[in-house]
């Protein structure tokens, strides 16, 4: 048998160390010389301390910064194809999300905590939406924890983590730089620079990025608007001041100025398959395909139904604007044996949409926009004694308050009314001259704080925690691991949905919604006046007929006229929809727990088996469906986990391994539930529904996750990681109907109790390659490459069969050539090699193509 020679083992042993577990020592720890270092001594920080990774009785992934670099890995859509059973659901800046164990995908609100925490330098984000429109650039590491993750760590997080730990600023002074050029006009430059200021006293670091370049489709209506655009600029600076051996302050600084992003939209739509629903009955909802057809859009010639289907035309659509900054003081004492630290923060993020129909006519000047303010604050106080002895230990207190400020506008244009008329509505209006100014007016330039879920909202929440976790060494060998934290939850929204501007016609209002006056006049279905009209109202009324028809008074109008001014009121209170004054929602507040028990025993230095129980708890939600407060409740994951860490074959074989199960009760998602609103409104004696943000009873998830690394063949390193989930609605009797079986009179719900978990794959896989060839002189050729593959799930919550993502595999590659001391490299990166097609997400009527190949040039530099 052929044995490697130990003098080769104990360098690629620290290469393993490094690239393996993708972690990098901490500033403030020097690691041994590579000769001597072994895999025991990488070290991660996913308990708020520096240990080594194969201690550490918890599944965790972990990535490390050099090799996102390589691949100009910097969105959180890269950087989460780089470990199994992660994911990033695709949508806008706002309302992506990230999933762990295939929970969380789908479903987020404003008033709603990400099931997946996100902590960045030890400051937990409250929002996904401050990692979606962000470029992670200068990491040191990335570690993504799984299951609840509540007792340390910041927030709560109910089902894990990703953990981003930047470069920290030290006393060597460095100049690191990266320009890249990419296809469709695309360039990313990044630039850090630190050094000492005052040496041994204070240290700087400064970051800066710039990210941008052309989408893959252009809009034809405006060739400069492609999607999806790339335009980021970014900034962090950090300074290190270590006045004396016990104390050391790290002060951040970060900003991202807004810029406009061209996200919503970009999607095609798809020939409807569905001509009868699933029994049979025929389906006779009005499509976009028909609205085209009518003489009102035909007449405009340059634009066909084929260029609807083909093309993504749109007069109003913007960039959806985002924008963040942040400051962050991270202080550390060192006190009678123990660490005190302090870390007080701030971020804000701010988000603005104007969205528009699929089509170059003026339906809508905004098809529906979040405007968002968001800022948060936290502190975080801990106390953490020093490793070793029988017992170690951390204790501490953290506090956050949020604060968001929503506002869902809608603003309609001038052809509104003729595409949300009924056929029939159409028909009378579009007959002469008059109804057509009617059916104009009907819509025209009225703007309102649409009720989606809620127009305006003010989102207020606090938390407050007190925790602990203590390492109980009963043993060299046996270690047990406890914890507990309580949370308190102060959770309130403050909401309305109103006309913000009457538009063209302020005459054409309805009397009132809800109580909410909007001083129209009344009539019948067929345009009578009702004798509920005041004297005010019945002279609205006259200067309503001479306006249109040119005569003194309403009384002189024909039926047909008085028709269709009962027509064109129909289709402006049928698009306004729900409205209701300031109101207070039900508040959620509630003392919650999270605990962890999990013993872990070394079965040599090189084995090490643990098992897990965790449980935690994501807050309930103060909000509104339609009007009413509807209060969702808190969600309770319970976690169990039994897994094994080892360091095979002289270690050049990092396998880790478990084996989980999940169970959830009250999955916060979309459900179908009762609609006060529409009920009371109607008072007819039927109970009428809708769906909204609540509780599926039980969601259950098990599985099986690899994650390891090889290094037994020179100059290569192999890190792969593989994932068996197999995540199931346990219990799920309130889901909406599928769109296939949305015939009338079928049931309100619909039980798929014991189906598959919405946008969670069963399989996942990820493999990264990096092989270092030497070149001539001190030159390399290095070969870099990372394949990520998911196996189908359904992208729609209610599980239509028309929403299938089918399996898809996308390969990322790079070949450079470089110094063997990194100090410059030049490498040619494609991503997407083989150009994988698979569709982002699907429906019936639309789907969101896959982004295309890309092939771009990155040189790198370091001083």
């Known amino acids: 048998m052929t044995t490697t020679p130990r003098h080769r083992l104990k360098p690629l042993t620290a290469l393993i160390a490094t690239l393996a577990a993708g972690s990098t020592f901490a500033q403030e720890v020097t690691p041994p010389p590579a000769e ?15 240990e080594k990774l194969q201690d550490v009785p918890l599944s965790i992934s972990v990535i490390q910064g050099a090799e996102i670099d390589r691949l100009g890995a910097v969105g959180i859509d890269d950087i989460t194809k780089r470990a199994a059973n992660v994911s990033w659901n695709l949508g806008n800046q706002r309302t992506s999300s990230i999933s762990i164990r295939g929970i969380g995908k789908i479903g987020q609100t404003e008033a709603q905590d990400p099931s997946v925490g996100i902590i960045v330098d030890g400051v937990s984000y409250a929002y996904n939406a401050l990692t979606s429109s962000f470029d992670f650039v200068d990491i040191d590491t990335i570690e993504v924890t799984r299951g609840p993750q509540g007792t340390l760590l910041g ?110 939209g970009r999607s095609l739509p798809l020939a409807n398959p569905l001509t009868t629903y699933s029994n049979g009955t025929p389906i006779t909802s009005l499509t976009n395909e028909q609205r085209l057809q009518r003489r009102w859009f035909k007449d405009n010639t340059g634009y066909t139904l084929d260029d609807y289907k083909s093309t993504l035309t749109t007069d109003s659509v913007r960039g959806l604007v985002t924008g963040s900054a942040g400051a962050t003081a991270d202080l550390s004492w060192q006190v009678a044996g123990h660490t005190v630290t302090s870390i007080t923060a701030f971020k804000n993020y701010h988000f603005n949409a104007v969205n528009d129909d699929a089509t170059p006519f003026d339906v809508y000047r905004n098809a529906g926009g979040f405007w968002n303010d968001y800022r948060q604050a936290s502190q975080e106080l801990r106390l953490t004694s020093a490793p070793g002895g029988f017992v170690d230990y951390q204790a501490g207190l953290y506090f956050i308050a949020v604060d968001n400020q929503v506002d869902y506008r809608r603003w309609w244009g001038n052809d509104a009314g003729a595409w949300f008329a009924s ?26 704080s649409y009720n989606s879920p809620t127009g305006v909202q003010d989102i207020r929440n606090k938390s407050a925690a007190i925790f602990a976790q203590a390492n109980w060494h009963f043993s060299p060998e046996l270690t047990l691991t406890t914890g507990a934290r309580f949370t308190h939850e102060d959770r309130r929204n403050t909401g309305t949905s109103r006309i913000t501007s009457n538009g063209s016609a302020p005459e054409l209002n309805p009397v009132s919604v809800n109580g909410v006056p909007l001083g129209g006049f009344a009539t019948s279905a067929t345009g009578d006046l009702l004798a509920t009209n005041s004297a005010a109202q019945i002279a609205l009324a006259n200067a309503t007929a001479q306006k249109y ?14 028709r269709q001014v009962a027509d064109a009121k129909a289709i402006r209170q049928a698009n306004l929809g729900v409205l209701f004054p300031t109101t207070e929602a039900e508040p959620f507040k509630k003392t919650q727990p999270a605990l962890v028990l999990s013993p872990s025993y070394k079965f040599d230095r090189d084995v090490t088996g643990y098992a897990s129980y965790q449980h935690g708890e994501k807050a309930g939600i103060a909000q509104f469906v339609n009007g009413v407060s509807s209060p969702v409740k808190p969600e309770k994951t319970d976690s169990f986990e039994l897994g094994v860490k080892s360091a095979l074959f002289s270690k050049t074989l990092i396998l880790n391994a478990d084996v989980f199960l999940t169970r959830i009760k009250d ?61 199931k609605y346990k219990s799920f009797p309130n889901a909406a109907q599928r769109v296939e ?123």
């Open 155 to 264: 927030k709560n997080a109910s089902v894990g983590n990703l953990i981003f730990t930047t470069k920290r600023p030290s006393f060597t002074p460095t100049a690191d730089f990266t320009l890249a050029f990419r296809q469709r006009g695309g360039v990313y430059a990044t630039a850090a620079i630190g050094g000492p200021i005052v040496d041994g006293l204070l240290a700087w670091r400064g970051t800066f990025s710039a990210n941008r370049g052309e989408g893959d489709i252009k809009n034809p209506y405006n060739r400069d608007i492609s999607y999806t655009n790339t335009d980021r600029i970014s900034g962090r600076v950090q300074f290190l001041l270590t006045p004396s051996p016990d104390f050391k302050a790290r002060f951040a600084f970060d900003l991202q100025p807004r810029a406009a992003e061209t996200t919503n």
């Open 423 to 448: 056929n029939a509505q159409y028909g009378r209006l579009d007959a002469d001259g008059a109804g057509r100014d009617l059916l104009r007016n009907s819509l025209a330039n009225v703007k309102a």
């Open 549 to 562: 028809f040119n005569v003194a008074t309403y009384a002189a109008l024909t039926t047909a006229q008085r």
């Open 741 to 863: 079986d949305g015939f009338a009179g079928s049931a309100p719900y619909v039980d798929i109790s014991g189906q598959p978990l919405a946008g969670a794959a069963k399989y996942t896989g990820n493999v990264g390659l990096d092989y270092r060839q030497p070149a001539w002189g001190d030159l390399e050729i290095n070969y870099t490459g990372n394949v990520a593959f998911s196996s189908s799930y359904y992208s729609d919550v209610n599980l239509s069969r028309y929403s299938v993502v089918p399996k898809s595999t996308t390969v990322d590659a790079g070949i450079g050539i470089g110094t063997r001391n990194k100090s410059f490299n030049v490498t040619l990166l494609v991503k997407n090699l083989f150009d994988d097609n698979t569709v982002r997400s699907i429906s019936s009527t639309s789907y969101t193509p896959a982004i295309p190949r890309s092939v771009g040039i990155q040189f790198s530099a370091k001083l």
């Open 36 to 50: 001597t270092q072994e895999l025991g001594a990488v070290t991660v920080r996913s308990r708020n301390r520096i």
């Open 667 to 727: 999955y916060q998602q979309s459900v179908r539930l009762v609609d006060v609103y529409t009920t009371t409104q109607t008072n007819d004696g039927t109970r009428y529904y809708t769906s909204a943000t609540g509780n599926a009873p039980k969601v259950e998830v098990k599985g099986l996750e690899i994650d390891g690394v090889y290094g037994g063949i020179r100059n290569l390193t192999v890190r792969f990681s593989a994932a068996y989930n197999d995540a």
